[in-house]
């Protein structure tokens, strides 16, 4: 028999789908506890449009007669639950109808209809748009014992304003809510610290009696916020001294994720420090929504803190979020001081001392939990690195494999079996690799150089680390940085020492955004090669040559060096071949990765082949993927919606590498006094003067990349595509690099970037090539232009402006 009506108690998964937002959420907490008003909720399926079924009429009276058997002399309130109503998207929160102080049988009726028909209204419809819902709204009703309060409130789990989760803002009204609800009356506002019932701030003429429920509402508040998976929107009543719970629905204000527009803006879900200098350089372009959910699904073992993620995204582009690792300090009582110290020594970047980075409250006992996490982190990393010899030697021939067997694959299930089972478990194993060789090679590097640097100066320091790749084996490649593998094979193939089906065979998973799924690798397009060897004929280098000068270079540094410090030069000289097999070993497994996600890759091809939806795939997520290859293509019409979001984010520059607080791309791109360096929406931290210039406004500062002194003439490119206008022997300056700008750098005198570290990609090559490099400058890319005369002195992070046709503003 079908069923129309359900009591909160008898709501089944079946039914819960139709049972619409508030129904379906009011019917769990009734069931787990929760002081909810008891009622019942009328389906959809009951109603022919706007008016119930006869046969639907008879159960919602059964339901009635039932209730008031079971009060006595009870008051209802009718109120609607839309099935997209109370989501993580939209609220809808005032815009449907509600009905209160419900007593006859012709006042339930009408109050019913009423409801049903405020699905139609102009504001539903205004709402709607602005969220990016076009559908027409199916509703269910709930019929509820009305709480006659004598307080009644919101509680938001989080600042909705700023965002700070360490605090909970709420307001009230004496008598019913429904006011505060819709707006229609002015209300008292007080906050609450997460951690403690202490009220932080109440306006004046809050009743006493309002305060004995600071507990109580903390302690709901933290229930709910568990319950229900993320931070809460609460309506609440205070009847009797008694606390009910009318409502509780995600605060779409703190929301990270449009699915039906694909926006996608993590720095909205609360208020916490990002930066992307690490992960800027990996990922240097947009993200489409398949890439950046198996990046998150990779990541997910990361999780520090309970409830928040590493890395977040950001109007398309993947951060790290600084605020775990200062929480962390900061819940051991660590100084601000200390905290800025780590934090720039993980990114090799300043952050300003003015700005108030927001830390998550840790408990005694969550820090417990977070200590535990960094242990099994560590440990998982150890043992990676042990394993990684094993690793690069099957990690080629598992990736033909599988590749090889999605392409064989003809039945849907079967695909996605092949994800859930072999992929993405190794997908997950082989990020340890990677962050174990980073790890290790990192800390190995940095602390060496400022031992040498104590020793023998910055620029022969800067010599003595950057001898990773052995100049002797060249010819081979079995010494050779992987990362330098693909220039070096291109003047090979030019000039007939390697065949182009071998380099392919090394190589041909590297190239430009090689870490975004939907981006061909340079084996899938057949023109690649062939433009890649026409721009090396056009400007032919040497690079066996620059090999072998550096190589020079760095006999020279190391005699004076064994010259002026006999007693320890056996002792350096082990530790540098050991930091340059720890660099090569970070490089080769960086490439498997990248070969993996070329796995990943034909995958998503695979899938889109299946489904019949060819590249559009890349605009799913990689869970509905899943639920597409099983049946339910519900997602694929957000498609178009989403492919025009991300068109809207490539055209935007690239964001500010540190962000604190929320960040709005598209209001940041058209703020003529916008920052590429640094976003701080507080705008404590932001100096009038930009302090990427000095006083004199001519010198960018950056973090030594390379060392090296040179003059020249500035070349400014925005994307890898641009890469035929750098001249040889100008000076490369553009936001970010990856692999695939690594054959314009035997070109370049000199490299500037916005995005770097001094371990980063850029540094990297141009240290082995012997070429200066100043990175992690902010905002280079606001201040030069193409024709500009600048000095770089690498060693020290600086450039100097020497002339300009234009002013600097």
Known sequence: MKQWVCFFSELGSEEQPYAGGKGSTLARLYK??????????????????????????????????KMRKDYGDIVFAVRSSGLSEDSVMASFAGQFGTVLNVCSDDELWEAIRTVRQSRHSNEVQAYSEVKGINVSHEMAVVVQRMVQAEISGVLFTANPVTGNCNEMMGNFIVGLGENLVSGKADSYTFILERQSSTWQKVYADVPRELRQYASKLRKLGNRLEKELGCPQDIEWAINGSKLYVLQSRPITTLTGYNPATGEWNDSMTGSYLWSNVNFGEAIPEVMTPLTWTVQSNIYESWELISGYQSSGNIGGRIYLNLSIYASVLHSLRRSKEDILRFLEGLLYTRIPENMDIPVIRISKT??????????????????????????????????????????????KDELSLVWDREILPHLKNTVWYVMGSVTQFSGYAMKLRRELTELVGADDADTLISGLSSNSDVKDGSRLLASLGPVLGISKVSCGEMERAEYLALYGHRGPNEFELSVPRPVEDSDWLDQQLIQFKKSPVDIEALLLKKHDEFDAAWNRFATSNRLKAHFFRRRIRKMALKARMREAVRSEYVRDRWVARNFALRAGELIGIGDDIFFLTIDEVLDVLSGNKEAVKFIPARKEIHQRYLELPAYPSIICGRFDPFHWAVDPQRRNDIYDSSGSSIEPEDSSLDSNRNIITGSAGSGGRIEGVVRCLNRIEEGEQLEEGEILVTSQTDIAWTPLFPRAAAVITDVGAPLSHAAVIARELGIPAVVGCGNATMYLRTGDRVFVDGGQGIVKILSTNREIE
């Open 366 to 411: 969550a820090i417990l939990s977070v200590i535990y996490n960094l242990i099994k982190m560590y440990f998982k990393q150890n043992t990676a690195v042990r394993k990684s010899s094993r690793f690069l030697a099957t990690n080629s021939l598992w990736c033909d494999r599988i590749r090889e067997k999605i392409q064989r694959i003809k039945n």
């Open 32 to 65: 787990k506890g929760y002081s909810v008003p008891n009622g019942f909720i009328i389906m959809p399926s009951a109603f022919d449009n706007n008016e119930l079924t006869p046969e639907a009429r008879a159960d919602v009276q059964t339901c009635f007669t």
